[in-house]
Each structure stands twice: as structure tokens, then as C-alpha cells.
């Protein structure tokens, strides 16, 4: 008796706007798929039906992943082939996904990802700002003084940062970045990406803040805020003097726990001041 071949787990990113953003290649994967499985099965439905894609649509999301996945790799152990998208975007990202890939993953179950539509890549692409080298955040805490703590944490990072936020919570954040990271730190603000009211405000945080303040349109739709890394005059004194501690401590200790034990003598983020150890290795 021959063993069945076990199917492949597709990644298809999906609009997140414009319906023309998805390429013939995801049409045909979701046309040619068992079955789909869609974070909101009411939200795909209304896709698929766009593109006269009349196939099996199931729901995982963040509140049932875990319990759902193990009877996904199951059927798919059984030989289907199965699409994982979500609302919108590239599964994954901010969205779930990461329980039923690892799943199949351990468990020897392709899993090809399509190219696609996200709105991290979308914003950057377009905001002016540094995209050698970034961090995407995803959305801050909710709770002020948590969202408080996670911008402080953020305010000497150097790399370009990017993060989602919600429109109900947008003036507040705005307001935290503000008074947390500094007034006058470059911020752009995307909204509404590839959709027909899609808007950048670009300029200092106190200024996309008035902007947004004085114009309750730029307070509606989905949000992607692209914030310029700290400069480097503006991380703290004691970074020199901690990098030269490194050096010496390197004479006997690996580059982590000589960075580890300087960021402890220097009162800095030991990430951080491996991060900036490895630059100094790189200039």
C-alpha cells in the first residue's frame, strides 16, 4: 500500500486595500487549494467572492489557533493541500499563523510562502525615511503606562521603527511619542494604504500630532507610523566609554557577555550596547 503524500501549507498574502493587489499566482493557489483557512471566514468570504473563488473556507485565528492547528496538520498529513490567509496582508505579520506553521514545520509538512501585499514594507517603501536597517514593533501596549514603558525602552534605538496602531488609539500614541521620544523626531504617518483616501503625513512628531489633531479624517482607517532612529549624539554619554570596557573585556570573554557585563558597569541596555560593538567591528 503506498503512504500518502502528505500536502503543502500555502502563506497567501492578501489586499490591503486595493483588490488588485492579488496576483494571479495567490488566485490560482486559493482556486486549486482543499480548503482555506481565514482568520475572519465573513471578512474572506466577501474576497473569494470577488474573485469567483467558491472553496472551503474555515476560521483560525488567535482565540482557537492552538486547538485548531494539531487537526489542521492532520489533514494535511491526510494528503490536502490548504491556504492560510488572513484579513489582510501577509498571514504572520501581526496576524495569526505562527502556532499552525511551527506545527508544520516539526512535523515535515511543506509550507510555501507567496509573495504579497504588507503594509510594513508598503509604508517604508514610501515614507523617506532609512530602510537598511529597521525593527517593526507591531501595535504598542494599549494600557498608557505600559505603551509608555515599551516607547522608553524604544528611545535610543537607532534603526528606523515601524508600528501599527488602531484608530481609536492614534491620538494618544501620538501624544506618548511625543513626550516620551521627543517632539522633534522625524514621523511619518500612513493611513489607509492603497485605498482611495491612502495619505502620508511626514514631518516631526509634534507636527503629524497638530495634523492629525485638527483633521478627524486623518483619525479614521488603519495606521502605519514609520519613526526615524534616535541619532547617534543623541544615545547616552556613557556609550563610548562602555564600548572601550567592551574591548578590554574581550580580551576574555566572548563579545555577548563582554557587552552583557560592560552595559552592567555603564548602567546601558546590554542589546543595545551589543549592537553598537558590533558596528564599531563593521566601520
Known amino acids: ?75 494535511l498529513q491526510a494528503g490536502d493541500s490548504l491556504a492560510l490567509i488572513s484579513d489582510a496582508g501577509t498571514p504572520l505579520i501581526s496576524d495569526p499563523g505562527y502556532v499552525l506553521v511551527q506545527q508544520c514545520r516539526a512535523q515535515g509538512i511543506t509550507v510555501v510562502a507567496l509573495p504579497g501585499p504588507c503594509a510594513i514594507t508598503t509604508a517604508l517603501s514610501a515614507a523617506g525615511l532609512p530602510t537598511d536597517r529597521f525593527t517593526f514593533e507591531g501595535f504598542l501596549p494599549a494600557k498608557p503606562q505600559q505603551r509608555r514603558k515599551a516607547l522608553e525602552a524604544l528611545r535610543s534605538e537607532t534603526r528606523t521603527m515601524v508600528f501599527y496602531e488602531s484608530p481609536h488609539r492614534i491620538l494618544a500614541t501620538l501624544s506618548d511619542l511625543q513626550d516620551v521620544i521627543g517632539a522633534e523626531r522625524t514621523l511619518v504617518m500612513a493611513r489607509e494604504l492603497t485605498k482611495r483616501y491612502e495619505t502620508y503625513l511626514s514631518g516631526s512628531v509634534a507636527e503629524v500630532l497638530a495634523r492629525v489633531q485638527d483633521d478627524s479624517n486623518q483619525q479614521r482607517g488603519e495606521m502605519v507610523l514609520v519613526l526615524a532612529g534616535a541619532p547617534q549624539q543623541e544615545q547616552s554619554g556613557d556609550s563610548q566609554a562602555a564600548l572601550q570596557t567592551v574591548q578590554i573585556l574581550r580580551a576574555h570573554l566572548p563579545l555577548k557577555k563582554a557587552a552583557a557585563c560592560a552595559a552592567e558597569i555603564h548602567g546601558l541596555r546590554k542589546n543595545q550596547l551589543y549592537q553598537l560593538a558590533l558596528e564599531q567591528d563593521n566601520t
Request: proline content about 5%; charged content about 20%; hydrophobic content about 40%.
Open 1 to 75: 500500500m503506498s503512504q500518502t503524500q502528505p500536502g503543502t501549507l500555502y502563506i497567501v498574502p492578501t489586499p490591503i486595500g486595493n483588490l488588485g493587489d492579488l496576483s494571479p499566482r495567490a488566485q490560482q493557489v486559493l482556486q486549486e487549494v482543499a480548503a482555506i483557512a481565514a482568520e475572519d471566514t465573513r471578512h474572506s468570504r466577501q474576497l473569494l467572492q470577488q474573485f469567483a473563488i467558491q472553496n472551503e473556507v474555515f476560521a483560525l485565528h488567535e482565540h482557537n489557533e492552538r486547538e485548531r492547528a494539531a487537526a489542521v496538520v492532520e489533514r
